[in-house]
């Protein structure tokens, strides 16, 4: 590795500790789970000798490992040997009885082997998934090297392995599989384990959506594998906007609204942000007013009480090449109400960049936009009706921009 990619593999190497975890936490929970061990173990070492017997001594050894990683994970002492050499001893002869045996292998591995020969542990780990690929905590330790080590390809297909086989180290995994996003060297084999849709694929987009590293490096994620958000739900999808907008992603959330957004935007309508519409608008309500787009005109339709103020709806708009907007009233202004239209850099939160106001009996404004420093805007749309007089319903045919 020359001196370049040595400095760019810092910030990936780091994941490597990350993926450390994995190993014990799957060790911790699965010692805690009958289902994991699968058979019944007596609570004192049993001597090895054949049919029945040998598989409960096997069993009582995959206990006392499990115990011994998880007290180890616990001290911060996984970086020594692991097991005793009385358990070693155990292991080895459960392995004798059965040389077909994948936890005896992965148990004095692991528990020995690892610390005093680390070269010959990954070779015989990787030999003995020839056996079963379905031992998670082989898979996971197997992932948590090949990360030290840089290959990325090895390491998830590894941790796929591990995820597919057992639901306590998919729980573990998925947060470090989705941290492997902040190096894009990852993106492709990620993308392609994706591809083939394994059974763990919802609930990495689960995680993914509300992280901030997938959250950060989601447009490039999407560009390099050529995905589509149509791989999750929609309720994920806006998710997925509404995280990107509190953290002020703008230009990931363009990249999907580029990929997504339809005619009906650009034709001044209403689409919601909860319908799967990335730059679409928010519609709220309390109390003293409720806001909702019609399904069957869509219309931004305000029905409020005499008193009633505040914000109805916002979205966030790209100004590249937009210079104005308008907005047009399916029906007038009410006599007791007031309606405003105000642009704020999305990313200052300061004053108003643009603002139009339609007083009562208004069907229609407009406003243009000056030459400014922020590249996207927060369109916020506001009213107020007159205390003390009648009530008031809103009709908002369009909000264009140009």
């Known amino acids: 590795m020359s001196s370049s990619e040595r400095t760019g593999f810092m910030k990936f190497a780091k994941l490597a500790v ?15 789970a009958a289902s ?12 090895v000798s054949s049919g029945l017997g040998s598989t ?14 998880a007290e180890a994970a616990a001290d911060g002492g996984l970086a020594g040997n692991i097991i ?96 492997t996003l902040n190096d894009s060297r990852s993106f492709a084999p990620l993308g392609e384990l994706l591809e083939r849709e394994p059974e763990w694929e919802e609930e990495f987009w689960t995680n993914f959506v509300n992280n901030p590293v997938g959250l950060e490096n989601s447009s490039e994620f999407f560009a390099a594998t050529s995905m589509t958000t149509a791989r999750f739900d929609q309720t994920l999808r806006s998710q997925l906007y509404a995280n990107l907008r509190e953290r002020n992603l ?16 650009k034709e001044g309508a209403f689409p919601a942000v909860q319908d799967g519409a990335p730059f679409g608008w928010m519609v709220y309500s309390d109390g003293s007013f409720s806001t909702r787009i019609r399904p069957d005109t869509g219309e931004l339709e305000i029905d409020a ?20 907007f308008s907005v047009r009233m399916a029906q007038k202004i009410p006599e007791t109400a007031t309606l405003e239209v105000s642009a704020i850099c999305a990313d200052e939160e300061e004053s108003p960049i643009a603002t139009a106001r339609l007083d009562p009996n208004a069907d229609a404004a407009a406003a243009s936009f000056p030459r400014q420093n922020c590249d996207f805007a927060n369109v916020r749309l506001t009213m107020s009706v007159v205390p003390g007089r009648q009530n008031a319903l809103l009709r908002i045919s369009k909000v264009n921009f140009y």
């Not at 409960?56 to 990683?69: G, W």
């Not at 363009?254 to 957004?261: P, Q, S």
Request: charge should be negative.
């Open 305 to 324: 009480e005499a008193g009633a103020a505040g914000l109805i709806a916002e979205r966030i708009i790209a100004l590249d090449g937009i210079t104005e």
């Open 18 to 32: 990350l993926a450390g975890i994995a190993v014990p936490v799957a060790a911790a929970s699965a010692y805690h």
């Open 56 to 69: 409960v001594a096997a069993a009582s050894v995959e206990r006392d490992f499990r115990q011994a990683l």
């Open 84 to 179: 005793t050499d009385g358990l070693y001893s155990r292991a080895e002869q459960a392995f004798l009885a059965d040389p077909l045996d994948m936890a005896m292998i992965r148990i004095m591995t692991i528990g020995r082997i690892a610390s005093e020969v680390p070269g010959r542990a990954i070779a015989l780990l990787e030999a003995a998934t020839l056996i079963s690929k379905r031992d998670p905590l082989t898979n996971l330790w197997l992932a948590q090297n090949f990360a030290q080590a840089g290959d990325v390809d090895r390491m998830l297909a590894s941790l796929d392995l591990a995820m597919r086989a057992s639901p306590r180290a998919r729980e573990a995994a998925i947060p470090i599989l989705v941290n």
């Open 36 to 47: 994991e061990v699968r058979v019944d173990v007596p609570q004192a070492p049993v001597l």
């Open 250 to 265: 703008f230009r990931d959330l363009a990249f999907f609204a580029d990929a997504n957004t339809g005619d009906d935007d």
